[in-house]
């Protein structure tokens, strides 16, 4: 930050890791579009030798490049201060952005896309093995936003950071100025939206929908917003956590704590702490629904792989069958509307304790997480439904997959002999 003519502005510098200078350039022919078209935001200077992006040159740690900025007009609005006429205020800018994007032709320097996103995720978690579930994620997003209409009127390049920190409400204007244009991308014009209201969504009582509700209101009444894209907000917030997952990952993962200041240790264990929340979001939801006239038929077409069925041999038929008459409970496992799986417990009636007795996923839906996502909500099913100190299962010797699985989740083994290994998992009281 410096003040010069009595103008305050800011210095961005970013390393060639992080940015190119065509990626740069490409964002500040954005910004003055917008500009030349009557858009409100913040002026890029031009430097001393006449270019807008300086390149600064280190010995030992690369190239950065400068841009400069003058500072925004106007006054930061938190979103509990807004009044409903701002917060309308600020759903008709995005849709003005939108609209002049619309009419914006790249010159040589192009600005990257979703699929340069995707692709950039998919390099971090090459160096993290380990993240299965962001893994699953990523392929899952790629798939389904490839299905999306592309064509113009649907996408373009957007601001990505449109949230209440990165506008400046001008009071005898009515209306905001924007800054920071780094994320700037080539998406579809419905994920700036998902991406300015987060905080609210996050905030989920009646006060943060209404807001929202005002915030689409006034984008509509600039631009046409189809009721198709409102129902692929959750995907495009998808796609969000996959990017923000990433960047902080990547962020962190080269850190030496040996080295680092304290402030620095504090900001790396805040951001780890985020891709722990995030994290989370990416295991697959499932829920136990009972099986009755709706679904008995469809949980018998449920089949193991051919490799699997020497450690699940028997077929779910002979499992519903077994329930009617021994008392046993049987399970259905959904995700979302889909069938993908089999459950089956039952009580000891010698010493009262509760036994799996049949777990499986459809080969359909193995390799997404489904199986752990299930087996946590079963144990959370058996344990509140019935108040359970224990619950037991058993398996084969040779079914290394399971036994990793039920280990993980705090199965201990208890028993073993040729055919079976037997498991317990206590709770305290």
């Known amino acids: 930050m410096f003040d010069r003519n009595g103008v305050r502005h800011f210095l961005r510098f970013i390393h060639e890791e992080d940015n190119t200078t065509q990626n740069i350039q490409a964002e500040l022919d954005f910004m003055q579009h917008l500009i030349a078209g009557g858009y409100p935001t913040v002026t890029p200077i031009l430097s001393r030798n006449g270019n807008w992006i300086e390149t600064i040159r280190t010995a030992d740690h690369g190239c950065y490049y400068g841009v400069v900025f003058e500072q925004a007009k106007g006054i930061h609005l938190p979103l509990d201060r807004m009044t409903d006429r701002q917060v309308q205020e600020w759903g008709k800018s995005l849709a003005s952005m939108h609209i002049l994007s619309g009419s ?31 893994r699953r994620e990523l392929e899952q997003v790629r798939k389904q936003l490839s299905k999306l ?78 009721e198709q894209y ?77 490799e699997q069925k020497n450690v699940f041999p028997v077929p779910t038929v002979y499992w519903l069958a077994e329930s009617a008459y021994c008392r046993f409970t049987p399970l259905a496992i959904y995700t979302g509307e889909q069938l993908a799986g089999f459950a089956v417990y039952a009580i000891d009636p010698d010493d009262g304790s509760y036994w799996i007795m049949a777990y499986m996923i459809d080969q359909n839906f193995q390799h997404r997480g489904l199986g752990r996502s299930g087996m946590e909500e079963l144990v959370h099913y058996m344990k509140e439904k019935h108040d359970c100190d224990k619950i037991v299962l058993g398996h084969r010797p040779e079914n290394e997959r399971a036994a990793d699985l039920y280990a993980s989740l705090g199965f201990v083994e208890v028993n073993r002999s040729e055919r079976e290994v037997v498991r317990e998992l206590r709770f305290t009281k």
């Not at 040589?108 to 299965?132: I, N, T």
């Not at 629904?289 to 792989?305: F, G, H, K, M």
């Open 149 to 226: 209409p592309a064509g113009a009127e649907h996408m373009g390049l957007i601001h990505y950071d449109f949230e209440t920190d990165n506008i400046f409400y001008v009071e005898e204007e009515s209306r905001y100025r924007a800054i920071d244009f780094d994320d700037a991308m080539i998406h579809w014009y419905a994920m700036d939206i998902v991406s300015a209201i987060t905080d609210l969504v996050e905030q989920d009582d009646d006060n943060a929908q209404r807001k929202i509700e005002l915030f689409l209101s006034g984008y509509r009444s600039i631009k046409p917003l189809d």
């Open 230 to 306: 409102v129902q692929w907000f959750p995907l495009f917030q998808r796609f969000s956590d996959l990017y923000t997952f990433a960047r902080l990952l990547r962020s962190a993962q080269d850190m030496d704590v040996r080295s680092s200041p304290e402030w620095a240790i504090q900001l790396r264990d805040k951001l780890l702490k985020v891709c722990d929340r995030i994290r989370e979001r990416f295991r697959p939801t499932v829920e136990l629904r009972p099986i009755d006239q709706s679904n008995w038929y469809a949980c018998t077409q449920l089949e193991v792989t051919d």
């Open 104 to 134: 914006h032709t790249s010159g040589a320097a192009k600005r990257g896309s979703w699929l340069d996103a995707l692709s950039f995720v998919s390099s971090v978690m090459q160096r993290h093995p380990r993240e299965a579930g962001a």
